[in-house]
């Protein structure tokens, strides 16, 4: 009989679980993603890793209708937290074709809310649609779990990106597209030649023009970065709007606001730059 220290077996137990949904956004798979069958790699053991066997494909439906539908397997002790489980992995590869593509990709899990996004895009006139290539799904698909397990900051990085490309508040957006060059500068610069003195002295635009110099020549660097007076002064709102410091202003939001456009390609080099240089597909565990 199972008691408070030793819960019945079925009560551990995980089943796998299939889940579809819709993704929305300005993308579409290429011809040869259609439903096919991708696993994610570097998958642990012993069901360790809980998501996978992801398929792709044109609303199947409708494959005229916008919207991309995927499948994938989860491993969950019970059919709600599946659904929770399923949520946040699939939110975590959003994130990633996000940063892949400079798109905005976002989701719904209740079919009625699906459905209504459905109806609104479709009454849209035009069309401009960013083909997903096999390259970039393998590397999404192929990483995802790696990701999680030895570059969660990466993860964090690209759900900030995606959140400023799906918000629409100038002020928030501004901030989460900082946030995930920041997070990735924290992480990853090079700061193996710093002395204690270079470590406690502005670490966050320190470690910024660090990455920078460790992953962009000076040809191909975003201007955006490599103007400290730019670096200097977004530093500075992005510290005073975080901490309330300053009221809200129509002077503050353009002041922000001249800053999203760049800011926002910025982030996505990085993120670009970081994927190819230190992030490849066949990097080993």
Known sequence: MPTPDRPSKLSQSTKKFAISSVLFGPI??????????????????????LFTEITLQQNRQNPNRRGMQIEYTVTAKSPLSARRVGTVYLSQLCDLVSAVTQCPIWFYMPEDDARDEQIRMNRQSTNVERELSEDEWMWITGTLA????????????????????????????FCCFWRSIERLSLSYADKSEWNDTDKNKSPVKKCIAQLTTDIFSTDNCPHILASAVDVNEMYRLRCEISHGNLPITPNLIESVDQFIGPLEDAAYQVLTAMREKYLPLDEPE
């Open 28 to 49: 579409r798979p290429a011809a040869e993603l259609n439903r096919r069958t991708t696993t994610a790699l570097k998958a642990h053991t012993f069901g360790k890793d």
């Open 146 to 173: 790696h990701l999680r397990r030895k570059h969660p900051r990466f993860l964090a990085a690209a759900s900030w990106y995606r959140k400023g490309l799906l918000g629409r508040d100038t002020l928030d957006d």
